[in-house]
T-cell receptor, first 117, second 113 residues
Framework: AQSVTQLDSQVPVFEEAPVELRCNYS??????LFWYVQYPNQGLQLLLKYLSGSTLVKGINGFEAEFNKSQTSFHLRKPSVHISDTAEYFCAVSRHLTQGGSEKLVFGKGTKLTVNP | DAGITQSPRHKVTETGTPVTLRCHQT?????MYWYRQDPGHGLRLIHY???????DKGEVSDGYSVSRSKTEDFLLTLESATSSQTSVYFC????????????FGSGTRLTVV
């Protein structure tokens, strides 16, 4: 079965600084990859996803992520963060099923990003 | 999120009472899920459904049951609430294939006293 590891539970940064939130996965087969964001007292919303094609994926709010198959990583980046980016970020993975059907997503435990003025 | 609503948004209940949370969707999606979110644990899957009357257990299903008699509604019942079930509960939906991503509801904050 696949698993997801978010390497940092908390990441504090200053406003306008760059940020990288790290995500590694384990799977013996090809995967789909996702980043979700959860603002305080809200549900999760999709930031971006990788299904196939270009390994650099652009999402909402200026975020992007790069799929690295050899390193089994899908790190999330933003070149300049704002106070409003303060939220919890979740990485998720699911496996391709070549024989048909589909699989549930597996979520990491989340990374809390705090952007300070 | 648009197309998925959870009710109630907040609930306080006493230990030992039954509680039912509702998830309603207008997207006609096949898959529906119930998660709980607790500090340090991330999201944990309680139960999920892959069609009307078709449900299965997730990783933390003890003390919970679900029902799905219509495509649009997925009910989560705490048969006899305990303080350990104090949590934020999220419903999610997905079309097919389900691994193309989920849409989440806004959550229900449940406190068991």
């Amino acid at each position: 079965a696949q698993s997801v590891t978010q390497l940092d539970s908390q990441v504090p940064v200053f406003e306008e600084a760059p940020v990288e939130l790290r995500c590694n996965y384990s799977s013996s087969v090809s995967v789909y990859l996702f980043w979700y964001v959860q603002y305080p007292n809200q549900g999760l919303q999709l930031l971006l996803k990788y299904l196939s094609g270009s390994t650099l994926v652009k999402g909402i709010n200026g975020f992007e992520a790069e799929f690295n198959k050899s390193q089994t990583s899908f790190h999330l980046r933003k070149p300049s963060v704002h106070i409003s980016d303060t939220a919890e970020y979740f990485c998720a993975v699911s496996r391709h099923l070549t024989q048909g059907g589909s699989e549930k997503l597996v979520f990491g435990k989340g990374t809390k990003l705090t952007v300070n003025p | 999120d648009a197309g998925i609503t959870q009710s109630p948004r907040h609930k306080v209940t006493e230990t030992g009472t039954p509680v039912t949370l509702r998830c309603h969707q207008t997207e006609n999606h096949r898959y529906m899920y119930w998660y709980r979110q607790d500090p340090g644990h991330g999201l944990r899957l309680i139960h999920y459904s892959y069609g009307v009357k078709d449900t299965d257990k997730g990783e933390v299903s003890d003390g919970y049951s679900v029902s799905r008699s219509k495509t649009e509604d997925f009910l989560l019942t705490l048969e006899s609430a305990t303080s350990s079930q104090t949590s934020v509960y999220f419903c999610a939906i997905s079309g097919a294939p389900q691994n193309y991503g989920y849409t989440f509801g806004s959550g229900t904050r449940l406190t068991v006293v």
